[in-house]
Every structure is written in C-alpha cells, then in structure tokens.
C-alpha cells in the first residue's frame, strides 16, 4: 500500500482543526466535530466490545438522525462495513437484504426493533443490537483506526432494483473521496454552507452528504424524513445553502411554498433522481429556484454529471459536464457515438465502484475495458454536456421506432390536470410493443383517456402518443425518485381485464 492511499481519519481531522464548530443539527440536538468525534469513538469501542471488527458487515436499520451519523463513523473507526436498509421495506425483503450482503449484525432502535429481532430469529448465525443496549454497553480497549484506507470497503449500498432483485454496490472510502472532491470543485465551497440532508441515509444521496459534511468541515441539517413545510422552514430559517432532493419532493415543496421565493442564502438545489419533466423545470425558472440538475447512481457513489444554476436556462434539461475526475462517453453500436447521438452511458474513474457484493458474473458485465457500463441512455452535445434520456431496458421499440418513455411522461405531465405518470410498453402482435401509460390526476382535476391521448398527439409522433391510458391513485417510486415499471406492468395487467 502506497502512502497516498491513506488520509487522516475525515471526523478527527476536523475536530482537531475546528472542536467547537457545528457539525450535525438533528432531533432538536446541535452538536460540534469535537463532540461528534468523542461519540463516534465511544460508539466504535461498545461495538467493538460486542463483537465488531474489521471486515464485519452491520446491517443498520435506522431513519435518518443524530445515531445514523455517529454509527457512520464509528463503523469506519473499526475498518467494519456498513450495510444501510432501507425501513420503509416489509420484514421479507429486508431479510434477503441481510442475508444477501452476508451482514453477522443488525442494529436497531425502539421503532425497528422487532423487526431486527424477528431477523435474528429467521436468519442464522445474525445477531440484533439496539441503540439503546449499545449505549449501556461496556467499551472495549481497543485502537481505532486513526487513518482512513481510501482502497477499503465503507459500505454495501444496494440499488433502488427498479427492475428485479436489489442488487449491493460495494463503495469504497476513495469513491465517497473523490465524489465529495468533485462535487467541491464544481459547486465551490463557501464558509457559511450548510446542507440540507432530507434523502435517507440508505440512498447513496443521503450518505454522499454525510461525507461531505465531514470532508468540507460544514454543518449537516438532518431530517428524519421529507416533509415540505418542514424543508421550506429549515431553508428559511437555518442558513441552509445546499439540498439535495429528487423531482418528486422538489414539486412539493414549490407546491407548499406558492410563489414565496427561496431566500438567497440557498445557493443550490442538487435535483436528480432521473430524467426530470420539463414542465417541473420551467417552475424552476420562474420562481428563480438556483436548480443544479445531475446524474449519478449508486454504482459511482452519487455524482456523475452536474449542471450548474448560472448554466440552467442555457442547458435547460441537461445533466451537465462531468464531475472531475471522473469520465464519461456514449457507447453506440460499433463504437463511440458523435456527439448528440443516444447511446449508453459509460462513466470511469476514481467515483466507480468495486463491484457488486457476491455476483461476479454482474460485476464482470458492469465492469468492461475500465468501464461502468451504466445501463443508462443518454448524449452528449458539442460542449460536453450530459443529457440523459432513459434506461435501455425501459426502451419501448414499436414498430421499429424507439420509444423513450420519459419523454412521453413529460408530455403527460404538462397537462393541467395531470400529476405523474409512468409510461412502459405492453406486447403487440403487430407492433411488437404498444405505448401505454399509468396517470395520476391532480385532486379536483378531470381529464379521460381521450383527452390526454389528444394532447399527446399535439406533441408527439404519433408512433409515441400512448394506446392504452389507465388512471392511478399512486404511481410507485423509489426513494430516488425513481418509477419501478415492473409494478406499472402489474397494474397494466389489471387494468386491461377492467377494459375487457
């Protein structure tokens, strides 16, 4: 191992340099580096006490706060890897999630604790631990680990599994580095910055501002979870400057807001989470929100592709330019693609993951010729901006025409009375596939299928504009913001025996 591959631990860098400054505001608590440092090394030798060590993997089953970040660091402290689930999932999916990533260890709280215990029961050789019996716990003497090895595993965060099994990215310390250095020089740093973290720390978004906080030596204002009003208040009156959120909690919170500006301190809105509807981004604009759209995911620890505010109504709908150091190119059929012509994203560099945890076989297909083979489709203009159309396996083909879905998604939701939409496509003997589309309508709002089929054929080609139209209370997301089409398919199965 080479000297450079080390770094003084992020947390005791900044409480030796700055004790007294403010670290975390979370749960009604403030707390400075210093006194996050001491927690974090308390925590690190009770778990080390109850059986922690390097190379153990710790499942954490806990909502955003004050615990989550102090178990971050402590987990680094012992060289152990963190395993983030999400608590929004039912009791099976997060047992496969455990034994999948091979965690020996769950910690909990009074709210996910039976959950955790159940785990242990149905799953051998796992073992549950709660805050709470972890804080009375005895502190083993033990040397935490003062230098942080950018090569090492920081933690197995799965993906959002928008299509099939959730799948765990192993992200090392020296991806989360050089994402937070990325996203540095291309947003700049400011004294004063503050950030908002309201993604859950499950989400590599959320866990990507944990780092940051510690890496830049700013203050994190934690939400347990994303209530708009909430947002807006602590933007108004926290000093927040930086956010984080996807298109879906971005629209609530310029529904909540009516036309009440952001104050200036807010100098940033990282918007990502997929493709976002122009109709959301033309809001942007007229309210003045400084939006920075991006692209990232989870295999390249958050970041790829930024578009910065002053650059938003020149490049409206783009990703923007790549984050230094990393690297992006378009992968067409029998090469590289000029530029403007749609191909796969393929991203290298530092930010990249190790691979998947346990499938060698993914990891090699992900992984080619130095590449992240994203999945994803996009372009790059002449200037080297990003603009990011669809998943390649959301790709509707009809009639030999290629269908992106998220194009006709945002042509839905520029109807009035239109509040979401998920578009797939449904098998057709003569086409191949036939463009249909799930709609959420907003409260009070009417609009039938005809109506919106004609609005889309105001808009569209007409090999694009949707055959079957099905209305929903709800459209199923990720965390991410992300549409799981497998469960619009579902419903689109549904819906054709109402029809029939």
Same mark, same amino acid.
């Given at each position: 191992?080479?000297?450079?591959?080390? !770094?003084?631990?992020? %947390?005791?860098?900044?409480?030796?340099?700055?004790?007294?400054?403010?670290?975390?505001?979370?749960?009604?608590?403030?707390?400075?580096?210093?006194?996050?440092?001491?927690?974090?090394?308390?925590?690190?030798?009770?778990?080390?006490? /109850?059986?922690?060590?390097?190379?153990?993997?710790?499942?954490?089953?806990?909502?955003?706060?004050?615990?989550?970040?102090?178990?971050?660091?402590?987990? /680094?402290?012992?060289?152990?890897?963190?395993?983030?689930?999400? !608590?929004?999932?039912?009791? =099976?999916?997060?047992?496969?999630?455990?034994?999948?990533?091979?965690?020996?260890?769950?910690?909990?709280?009074?709210?996910?604790?039976?959950?955790?215990?159940?785990?242990?029961?149905?799953?051998?050789?796992?073992?549950?631990?709660?805050?709470?019996?972890?804080?009375?716990? =005895?502190?083993?003497?033990?040397?935490?680990?003062?230098?942080?090895?950018?090569?090492? @595993?920081? &933690?197995?965060?799965?993906?959002?599994?928008?299509? &099939?099994? =959730?799948?765990?990215?192993?992200?090392?310390?020296?991806?989360?580095?050089?994402?937070?250095?990325?996203?540095?020089?291309?947003?700049?740093?400011?004294?004063?910055?503050?950030?908002?973290?309201?993604?859950?720390?499950?989400?590599?978004?959320?866990?990507?501002?944990?780092?940051?906080?510690?890496?830049?030596?700013?203050?994190?204002? *934690?939400?347990?979870?994303?209530?708009?009003?909430?947002?807006?208040? /602590?933007?108004?009156?926290?000093?927040?400057?930086?956010?984080?959120? @996807?298109?879906?909690?971005?629209?609530?919170?310029?529904? /909540?807001?009516?036309?009440?500006?952001?104050?200036?301190? %807010?100098?940033?809105?990282?918007?990502?989470?997929?493709?976002?509807?122009?109709?959301?981004?033309?809001?942007?604009?007229?309210? &003045?929100?400084?939006?920075?759209?991006?692209?990232?995911?989870?295999?390249?620890?958050?970041?790829?592709?930024?578009?910065?505010?002053?650059?938003?109504?020149?490049?409206? &709908?783009?990703?923007?330019?790549?984050?230094?150091?990393?690297?992006?190119?378009?992968?067409?059929?029998?090469?590289?693609?000029?530029?403007?012509?749609?191909?796969?994203? %393929?991203?290298?560099?530092?930010?990249?993951?190790?691979?998947?945890?346990?499938?060698?076989?993914?990891?090699?297909?992900?992984?080619?010729?130095?590449?992240?083979? !994203?999945?994803?489709?996009?372009?790059?203009?002449?200037?080297?901006?990003?603009? *990011?159309?669809?998943?390649?396996?959301?790709?509707?083909?009809?009639?030999?025409?290629? *269908?992106?879905?998220?194009?006709?998604?945002? *042509?839905?939701?520029?109807?009035?009375?239109?509040?979401?939409?998920?578009?797939?496509?449904? =098998?057709?003997?003569?086409?191949?596939?036939?463009?249909?589309?799930?709609?959420?309508?907003?409260?009070?709002?009417?609009?039938?299928?005809?109506?919106?089929?004609?609005?889309?054929?105001?808009?569209?080609?007409?090999?694009?504009?949707?055959?079957?139209?099905?209305?929903?209370?709800?459209?199923?997301?990720?965390?991410?913001?992300?549409?799981?089409?497998?469960?619009?398919?579902?419903?689109?199965?549904?819906?054709?025996?109402?029809?029939?």
């Amino acid at each position: 191992m080479t000297r450079h591959e080390l !770094t003084p631990d992020w %947390l005791a860098h900044r409480a030796a340099a700055f004790p007294d400054r403010l670290a975390v505001v979370a749960g009604g608590e403030r707390v400075s580096f210093g006194e996050l440092d001491r927690r974090a090394g308390r925590t690190a030798r009770q778990l080390a006490a /109850a059986g922690v060590t390097a190379g153990t993997r710790v499942a954490v089953l806990l909502r955003n706060g004050l615990p989550f970040v102090i178990l971050t660091h402590a987990l /680094a402290r012992l060289g152990a890897v963190m395993v983030p689930l999400n !608590t929004r999932l039912a009791r =099976p999916e997060i047992a496969w999630l455990v034994a999948d990533s091979e965690a020996g260890l769950v910690i909990c709280n009074e709210a996910t604790g039976e959950t955790a215990g159940a785990l242990a029961q149905d799953l051998p050789g796992v073992q549950s631990l709660s805050l709470e019996r972890l804080a009375g716990g =005895p502190e083993a003497d033990v040397a935490l680990r003062d230098r942080i090895d950018l090569a090492a @595993v920081q &933690g197995i965060i799965y993906t959002s599994a928008t299509t &099939g099994r =959730p799948k765990g990215v192993l992200l090392t310390h020296g991806n989360h580095w050089w994402n937070a250095v990325g996203s540095a020089i291309n947003l700049g740093l400011h004294r004063d910055d503050c950030w908002l973290a309201v993604l859950p720390f499950y989400h590599v978004g959320g866990l990507a501002v944990l780092w940051r906080s510690v890496i830049y030596g700013i203050p994190v204002v *934690v939400h347990e979870a994303f209530d708009p009003d909430a947002v807006n208040r /602590a933007i108004d009156t926290g000093g927040v400057t930086l956010i984080s959120v @996807v298109g879906t909690m971005l629209r609530r919170m310029l529904d /909540a807001r009516a036309l009440r500006p952001f104050p200036r301190d %807010l100098r940033c809105v990282l918007l990502g989470g997929g493709p976002v509807p122009r109709s959301l981004l033309e809001r942007c604009v007229e309210g &003045g929100v400084p939006v920075a759209t991006t692209y990232g995911l989870t295999e390249a620890a958050s970041q790829v592709a930024t578009l910065l505010p002053d650059e938003f109504l020149r490049k409206l &709908g783009s990703a923007g330019r790549t984050l230094f150091p990393a690297e992006v190119r378009i992968d067409a059929p029998g090469g590289g693609a000029p530029a403007g012509e749609i191909g796969e994203i %393929l991203v290298r560099g530092p930010i990249v993951m190790l691979g998947y945890a346990g499938r060698p076989e993914e990891t090699a297909s992900a992984l080619r010729d130095g590449w992240l083979h !994203t999945g994803d489709l996009g372009s790059l203009d002449p200037e080297g901006y990003l603009y *990011v159309v669809d998943r390649r396996e959301d790709l509707i083909i009809s009639g030999g025409e290629n *269908v992106y879905p998220t194009e006709v998604e945002n *042509v839905l939701c520029e109807h009035p009375a239109v509040a979401d939409a998920g578009v797939i496509g449904l =098998p057709d003997a003569q086409w191949g596939q036939i463009v249909a589309a799930a709609v959420r309508l907003r409260p009070g709002a009417r609009a039938d299928e005809e109506d919106l089929k004609a609005f889309c054929a105001e808009r569209l080609a007409r090999f694009k504009v949707p055959r079957r139209i099905w209305f929903v209370d709800d459209l199923p997301r990720t965390t991410g913001g992300k549409i799981v089409r497998r469960s619009i398919l579902e419903s689109a199965a549904w819906a054709s025996q109402e029809r029939a």
